[in-house]
């Protein structure tokens, strides 16, 4: 399936669905249901909407893997997926960002791991290891490895993952989505050079969040 559509294939049906359902509002004379549902019909196509990025040209750059805030930056001493020490970036999605995730650098997939879990809110510490989540681990040429996390959050109940082990991905490929409303967790080698400070805005697949060495 071809994820370079304008909009998600994952929005398909709950765009017919308000569709469907400001139909029947119309066709019954509820004026005010079936202006709320049409303004929701508009809302849902707007969030699964799935623009075109242009990673930047820098072969160093490591991109950020989705639009939102920069919530946290700190050195951990690992992840259970990936041996340590680790840059770690902490991304918050709002249900008003772009929801599609791209691949923050070149690499072959090597682990791809669920973990189910609780809905926090998901710009709480806690919710990076409490709540549902989808763990890749990305092997780069260099031999370095980096760790992207999408974690669920309080409204979002479904995640996306459309790459397998074993693939080879490229700076700004589209790999997954979250619904509704999510965070990202990015674990970068301990040399990378960060050049995003918290409450910065980012975009996915052209914000750069740090340079290799």
Request: some cysteine; glycine content about 8%.
């Amino acid at each position: 399936m071809s994820h370079d559509s304008p909009i998600a294939p994952e929005g398909v049906p709950f765009i017919i669905s308000a569709i469907l359902i400001t139909y029947v509002c119309q066709y019954f004379g509820w004026t005010w249901a079936t202006v709320i549902f049409g303004i929701t019909t508009l809302f849902v196509a707007w969030f699964f909407r799935n623009p075109q990025r242009n990673p930047p040209a820098d072969p160093k750059a490591i991109i950020s893997p989705c639009d939102g805030k920069v919530i946290r930056i700190e050195t951990v001493e690992g992840h259970e997926l990936l041996t340590g020490p680790l840059k770690k970036i902490s991304i918050f999605m709002n249900v008003f960002n772009v929801h599609v995730n791209r691949i923050p650098y070149d690499g072959i997939v090597e682990v791809i791991r669920y973990y189910p879990g609780k809905f926090l809110t998901a710009n709480l510490d806690k919710a990076s290891t409490e709540n549902e989540r989808n763990a890749l681990v990305i092997g780069l040429k260099n031999g370095e490895k980096m760790l992207v996390i999408q974690i669920a959050g309080l409204v979002a109940r479904r995640i996306v993952c459309w790459v397998a082990k074993g693939m080879s991905v490229t700076k700004g490929e589209r790999f997954g989505l979250i619904r509704f409303g999510s965070r990202l967790d990015v674990f970068l080698p301990p040399q990378t050079n960060v050049c995003v400070r918290v409450g910065d805005r980012v975009r996915a697949g052209e914000t750069p969040i740090g340079e290799m060495p």
